[in-house]
C-alpha cells in the first residue's frame, strides 16, 4: 500500500503522520514544493511584530524529523506536476535541478493548500509588494522591516490585515490600512467592528474604508501606492491580505470537479470524483455546517482534522466529515473579534430567516476588578431557536464565549439550551449569569414573547416611522450626553409614576444603554397596558450601526 500526498503544512502533514498511526507498514510519501514540510504559518506575523523571537519556533517539524520518528519518506523541493490517473501515478519535478520522474500510488490526498490573491494592477510586481503565505515571504517582509523602513500600507482589513497592521505598528512603523468594504473585517456584521475600528485608529493607524488601490509605481525611496479617490500613499513595504485562492490547478488538469469559486469537491468522506484520490485544506470545497450546500472556507482548524480524516479513509476506514461552520478569531491591539457559523448578512443573502440579539456584558463578574466590556450577537431560528450563527467582539473573555457559542452550533442546540447551560464560574472568570446564559435568556424571552424586541436598524433611519413613540428610559445624564434623536425621556426608576405620560394608542419603542432597563421597562409598560417592546442592544448597538464605537 503506498499513500501519495501532494503538500504538507497543516492538512498534509496531518493526513501524513495520522496514516503511519494507522498503518506501521504503508508506504507514505509526501512532496512538498517549498523547504519546509510543517510550519506554524498563523505565527507568522508575530514574528515579523517580534513577538516570536527565533525564526526556529516557526518550524512545527522538519522532514527529518518526520522520517526518524513516523517512518515518512518526506520530499522537500519536489513539485508534483500532474496526475496521470489511469496509471495511478503522479510526475514530479525536483525544483533545483528540473529532473522530473513518476511515482505510483494506491491512494493520493491532496493538500495544495491557497495562494494570496495578487490582482493585475499596474505595477503589482515591484520590490516590495508582498503577500505572506509562506516563511520565505515571512522572511522576506522580516528583512524589509529590520532594515528601518518608516511607513506601510497593508491592503485588505481580513483577519491576515489586521494581524499584519498590529504587528507592523509594534514595530513603530507608521501604516495605512486599506479596505475596499465599508468595515474592517469584513466576514463579520458591520455592527459588530467599530470598537476595532477606533482601537485601530487610535493607535495612529490610518484606516481607509470604502477605498481600493489602483496601481502602484516606483517613487524614490520606495512606492508610490494610487487609490481609487486619486489619492497618492508613500510607502517602503505594501503588503497584500485580499484574500486566497485555491490552488486546484493540479486537479483540474487531472479532470477532477472543481466547483465555481475553484475548491476541489469532496464527499463528505474528503474524496474527489475519482475514488481514489482525497483532497483536503484550504484547496477544497466543504459543506456549510449551518445552511448546507458547497463553500470554501480556508482555515488550519478545519485543515489539520480534514488531514487525519483523509488519511484514515484513504486507509479503509469511512469517517464523514461533518462540514465546517467558519470558527474564526484575531486579537488586535489588546481586542479580540471572534465568530462563528452564520453571519447576519450570509443568512439575509441566501433569504434564510432568522432572529438576532445583542448583549453587551462584561467579561467578568463587574464587582472584581477589571472587569472588560464585550459585544455579543447571536443568530438564531425563529422557530425552533436553534442557534445559526454567533459574534462577539471585546477584550479578555471573548474566545471563550465565541467557542461555547461554537460547541451549541456544532450539538444544533437552541437559545433554550443557552438559559439553563452551566459554566464555570468565579469573579475573575465569568458571572453567576455567563454572558452565554444572558444571550440565551434574552433569545428565549424573545421567542416566548415575554420580551418583544425590535432590532436597532429599524430607528437609525426613521426613528419615528408610523407614529410610535420611542422612549429613552436612561439616566438624566445619559440621555444629555446622547440619544435617539425625537426620543422621550423617562428613566426607568420614574416610568411607573409616570406611566400616564406614555400614551396606551401607540406603539412604544424602549431603549436603553444596553438592553437591561429598555426590558425592565417594556415588562412594566405591557402589564400597564402599552403596546411596548424593546430595542435589542440599545443605545450601544445603534450607536454601533451608525459606525459609531
Do not use: W
Not at 494581524?163 to 458591520?190: C, H, S
Not at 443568530?379 to 462577539?392: K, N, R, V, Y
Not at 477584550?395 to 471563550?400: F, R
Amino acid at each position: 500500500m503506498r499513500l501519495i500526498i501532494v503538500g504538507g503544512v497543516a492538512g498534509g502533514a496531518s493526513a501524513a503522520t495520522r496514516a503511519r498511526r494507522l498503518n506501521e507498514h504503508a508506504e507514505i510519501v509526501l512532496f512538498e514544493r517549498g523547504p519546509d514540510v510543517s510550519f506554524a504559518n498563523c505565527g507568522m506575523p508575530y514574528f515579523i511584530g517580534g513577538k516570536i523571537g527565533h525564526r526556529a519556533k516557526m518550524l512545527v517539524t522538519t522532514a527529518e524529523r518526520l522520517a526518524e520518528r513516523f517512518r515518512l519518506d518526506v520530499r522537500t523541493g519536489s513539485l508534483v506536476e500532474s496526475i496521470d490517473r489511469a496509471a495511478r501515478e503522479v510526475v514530479v519535478r525536483k525544483v533545483d535541478t528540473g529532473e522530473t520522474y513518476r511515482v505510483a500510488y494506491d491512494k493520493l490526498i491532496l493538500a495544495p493548500g491557497a495562494a494570496p490573491l495578487r490582482p493585475p494592477l499596474p505595477g503589482i510586481d515591484l520590490p516590495g509588494i508582498l503577500t505572506l503565505r509562506n516563511l520565505g515571504d515571512m522572511d522576506r517582509i522580516h528583512a524589509v522591516v529590520q532594515s528601518g523602513i518608516r511607513r506601510a500600507v497593508v491592503v485588505g482589513a481580513g483577519f491576515i490585515g489586521l494581524e499584519m497592521v498590529e504587528n507592523l505598528v509594534l514595530r513603530g512603523i507608521a501604516t495605512t490600512l486599506v479596505e475596499l468594504q465599508d468595515q474592517i473585517l469584513p466576514p463579520l456584521d458591520r455592527e459588530m467592528t467599530p470598537p476595532i475600528t477606533e482601537r485601530l485608529r487610535s493607535a495612529g493607524i490610518d484606516v481607509r474604508l470604502s477605498e481600493s488601490v489602483t496601481g502602484f509605481a516606483t517613487k524614490e525611496g520606495g512606492i508610490e501606492v494610487q487609490l481609487k479617490s486619486g489619492e497618492r500613499l508613500d510607502a517602503q513595504l505594501v503588503v497584500l491580505g485580499i484574500g486566497v485562492r485555491p490552488e486546484d490547478q493540479l486537479a483540474v488538469d487531472a479532470g477532477l470537479d472543481v466547483g465555481p469559486r475553484g475548491g476541489i469537491r469532496v464527499d463528505r468522506y474528503l474524496r474527489t470524483s475519482d475514488p481514489a484520490i482525497f483532497a483536503v485544506g484550504d484547496a477544497i470545497e466543504v459543506e456549510d455546517y449551518v445552511l448546507g450546500g458547497a463553500t470554501r472556507i480556508p482555515l488550519a482548524g478545519p485543515a489539520n482534522r480534514q488531514g487525519r480524516l483523509a488519511a484514515e479513509n484513504a486507509l479503509g476506514g469511512s469517517v464523514p466529515y461533518r462540514g465546517s461552520q467558519g470558527t474564526a478569531v484575531v486579537g488586535v491591539l489588546g481586542m479580540t473579534a471572534a465568530m462563528t457559523g452564520a453571519s447576519e448578512k450570509t443568512l439575509r443573502r441566501v433569504g434564510r430567516a432568522f432572529r438576532k440579539i445583542h448583549i453587551h456584558p462584561a467579561h467578568h463578574a463587574g464587582y472584581y476588578p477589571g472587569a472588560e466590556p464585550m459585544s455579543i450577537k447571536v443568530l438564531f431560528d425563529p422557530e425552533s431557536g436553534a442557534i445559526l450563527g454567533a459574534q462577539a467582539v471585546g477584550g479578555a473573555g471573548v474566545d471563550k464565549r465565541i467557542d461555547v457559542l461554537a460547541v451549541a452550533v456544532q450539538a444544533r442546540l437552541t437559545v433554550f439550551d443557552l438559559e439553563q447551560m452551566e459554566l464555570a464560574y468565579a469573579p475573575q472568570f465569568g458571572s453567576a449569569k455567563d454572558p452565554v446564559n444572558m444571550a440565551g435568556f434574552v433569545g428565549a424571552g424573545l421567542l416566548r414573547g415575554e420580551h418583544p424586541q425590535v432590532d436597532a436598524e429599524s430607528l437609525v433611519d426613521g426613528p419615528t416611522a408610523g407614529g410610535r413613540l420611542v422612549l429613552d428610559v436612561r439616566t438624566d445624564r445619559e440621555f444629555a450626553a446622547g440619544h435617539i434623536p425625537g426620543a422621550v425621556h423617562i428613566p426607568v426608576d420614574a416610568l411607573r409614576s409616570r406611566i400616564d405620560e406614555v400614551p396606551v394608542d401607540r406603539e412604544v419603542t424602549v431603549y436603553c444603554q444596553v438592553g437591561m432597563r429598555g426590558y425592565l421597562a417594556t415588562r412594566i409598560l405591557r402589564q400597564y397596558g402599552r403596546n411596548a417592546s424593546n430595542v435589542g442592544g440599545g443605545f450601544t448597538t445603534y450607536q454601533r450601526l451608525r459606525g459609531i464605537a
